[in-house]
Nanobody, 112 residues
Framework: QVQLVESGGGLVHPGGSLTLSCAASGFRVDNFDMNWYRQTPGKEREWVAIILANSDGRHYADSVKGRFTISRDNDKNTLILQMNSLKPEDTAVYFC?????WGQGTQVTVSS
């Protein structure tokens, strides 16, 4: 079965860190451009970061640049998002994505 399953979300204080994981099955994460998106209620889904399949190039939204790092663990066939220096405005449901496929999302809440 082809699917993506996110995990690692939770409640964290401002300035804290979280690591999100996205386990893939039915395909190899290193064969596709893989993305993280996020969404808050009433707003459109916002692109966060991408890691490219053919070059391992990485690009980030300006809002997270310098704080978030996208990577892959090819042995575990997993996409990762390391989030540091978290801010309340980072609160959202985070989704991993490859073309044509979405995970179910994991909630991240940044609050004191």
């Amino acid at each position: 079965q082809v699917q993506l399953v996110e995990s690692g979300g939770g409640l964290v204080h401002p300035g804290g860190s979280l690591t999100l994981s996205c386990a893939a099955s039915g395909f190899r994460v290193d064969n596709f451009d893989m993305n993280w998106y996020r969404q808050t209620p009433g707003k459109e889904r916002e692109w966060v970061a991408i890691i490219l399949a053919n070059s391992d190039g990485r690009h980030y939204a300006d809002s997270v640049k310098g704080r978030f790092t996208i990577s892959r663990d090819n042995d575990k066939n997993t996409l990762i998002l390391q989030m540091n220096s978290l801010k309340p405005e980072d609160t959202a449901v985070y989704f991993c994505n490859r073309p044509g496929l979405w995970g179910q999302g994991t909630q991240v809440t940044v609050s004191s």
